[in-house]
């Protein structure tokens, strides 16, 4: 049986960022999206089941 469940990746860190004007939230998030950023901690918050499969049953044997 297969479990699928949701969660939420919280990280701590930081990044530095040379620019010539004050970044904004989209600057850093550009920043921290192509890789520049320092991870110093990771949590994960909200794990809940999200669905549960059954593998189907063969219902007969391959033919070879």
């Known amino acids: 049986m297969k479990y699928i469940f949701l969660f939420k990746e919280i990280n701590f860190g930081s990044i530095t960022i040379d620019s010539d004007h004050t970044p904004d939230r989209g600057d850093i998030i550009d920043a921290i999206m192509k890789g520049g950023a ?6 994960y918050d909200d794990i809940r089941l999200d669905e549960t499969r ?11």
């Not at 593998?55 to 044997?61: A, I, Q």
């Open 38 to 43: 320092y991870y110093h901690d990771t949590e």
């Open 54 to 64: 059954t593998p189907p049953k063969k219902e007969r044997s391959y033919e070879r």
